[in-house]
């Protein structure tokens, strides 16, 4: 089936540094979303793009995340400066229409 | 709030017996709730399993199914007879905003003993 690729698999990375994980969404897919899951926790809405813009963000989406997908390139999740807090597995994800399709995530551990 | 809730795992079962796993939902800003099951499998991504965006509809998929019920709200998940091979961790989402956002349930772990 489609396939959503992300990069990197794993990442650690001092508090304070900012940090970029980078999904190839599928390729005719509209849609692109990023989930955050802490270990041991639920998968949880991050923040959903469109035609270039963020339509729809959670609380946990907080003022030190950015998302963009410059010229059609990677779909993009920035994160600075990290916290402690921002260790979990981002999981990306697109779509056409309803059936969003993931990526394997990429677990980030702030130390 | 918009909000699924399954079965909490582990769940073990022993390989040929039956499985429900079991999945209800609130959906109070979403009009048409469209509702998913996706698997992980150990090592592997999320992927979707099934979907059903009618209500009264069933959905299948892989030996497994779900009927996506509005008068209880639930969209529990099925197998007549689980494989070793269906060990992964199953989650339960609601979809259907126009934004495609989806809300997951906890996963529940399963695992088939042969």
């Avoid at chain 2, 709030?1 to 039956?18: F, I, K």
């Avoid at chain 2, 959905?59 to 009927?67: C, H, L």
Wanted: charge should be negative.
């Amino acid at each position: 089936g489609p396939k959503v690729l992300q990069i990197p698999s794993h990442q650690i990375i001092d508090m304070g540094q900012m940090v970029t994980l980078n999904c190839d969404p599928v390729s005719n897919h509209l849609y692109f979303y990023w989930y955050k899951q802490i270990l041991g926790q639920q998968m949880e809405f991050l923040v959903n793009f469109y035609n270039g813009k963020v339509m729809e963000k959670s609380k946990l989406f907080k003022d030190q995340f950015s998302v963009e997908r410059p010229d059609g390139s990677y779909f993009t999740l920035k994160i600075q400066p990290t916290a402690l807090e921002d260790s979990a597995v981002y999981f990306c994800a697109s779509s056409l229409r309803d059936t969003l399709y993931f990526g394997e995530g990429s677990r980030l551990i702030v130390v | 709030g918009d909000s699924v809730t399954q079965t909490e795992g582990p769940v073990t079962v022993s390989e040929s017996e039956s499985l429900i796993i079991n999945c209800t939902y609130s959906a109070t800003s979403i009009a048409y709730p469209n509702l998913f099951w996706y698997v992980r499998y150990p090592g592997e991504g999320l992927q979707l399993l099934l979907k059903v965006i009618t209500a009264g509809q069933k959905g299948s998929s892989r030996g497994f199914e779900a009927t996506y019920n509005k008068e209880t709200t639930s969209f529990h998940l099925q197998k007549a007879s689980v494989q070793e091979s269906d060990s992964a961790v199953y989650y339960c989402a609601l979809g259907g905003s126009a934004l495609g956002r989806l809300h997951f349930g906890a996963g529940t772990q399963l695992i088939v003993i042969p």
